[in-house]
């Protein structure tokens, strides 16, 4: 059984949170943890090339495959991890969810668990609405959505980072300064282990 996490990401902070999620769906007995990666925009990849630190996370990702649609028709539950940008999910994750029509209309991802995750520059940078907005189209291709629950420990604070019952958060600061804390490394990996957990139920 495969558990896919499939990830933008461009100064390395969805990364870091992609890297805890799959470390939660390896914990789980009988899953086998994947890592895909969102392809770049040519334009974009211009912007990079002169941007020390995207550069170093380019190069540092290179050996992870980009996702295919076989990728994601294969796998037994999936999650996905991007950016935010203006409070929405990344034009290149948007255009992978747009690439799967052909999976849609075979009704390929349906009866499959998913799970969401995403980084802000701040506090109040989107955090939120990126999940919710990133659950519509996968409402429509049928997959069973789940969340992050208030049992998870770290999900109960009022401190200056991430955690959301739509999915796990981070916060990069407005200058990329912040790393993920290890609290929201904890949601990340209990929303990984919770995805595949539900992905043995539903398909095994």
């Known amino acids: 059984m495969k558990v896919l996490t499939v990830y933008y990401t461009m100064h390395g902070h969805t990364l870091r949170m992609a890297e805890a999620v799959l470390e939660g769906v390896g914990s789980v007995d009988g899953v086998s943890p994947v890592l895909r990666r969102v392809a770049e925009f040519d334009a974009v990849n211009k912007i990079i090339d002169n941007d020390e630190v995207a550069r170093r996370i380019r ?10 649609l076989d990728d994601l028709s294969e796998a037994d539950g999936i999650l996905f991890g991007t950016p935010t940008r203006y409070g929405n999910m990344t034009a290149q994750m948007k255009q992978l969810f747009d690439s799967t029509a052909s999976l849609w209309q075979k009704g390929a991802l349906e009866g499959k668990p998913a799970g969401v995750f995403t980084s802000t520059a701040t506090t109040h940078g989107g955090q939120e609405t990126t999940l919710i907005s990133m659950m ?8 069973i959505l789940s969340g992050v629950p208030y049992s998870v420990p770290e999900m109960l604070h009022t ?7 739509y999915g796990a958060t981070t916060m990069s600061g407005p200058d990329g300064a912040l790393q993920p804390t ?3 490394l904890a949601i990340a990996r209990s929303l990984g282990r919770r995805v595949a957990e539900l992905a043995l139920k539903l398909r095994g």
């Open 159 to 165: 401190e200056a980072r991430g955690g959301t019952p």
């Open 182 to 184: 290890q609290e929201d």
């Open 59 to 68: 190069e540092e990702q290179k050996e992870t495959p980009v996702c295919s």
């Open 136 to 143: 519509i189209p996968l409402l429509h291709l049928g997959m």
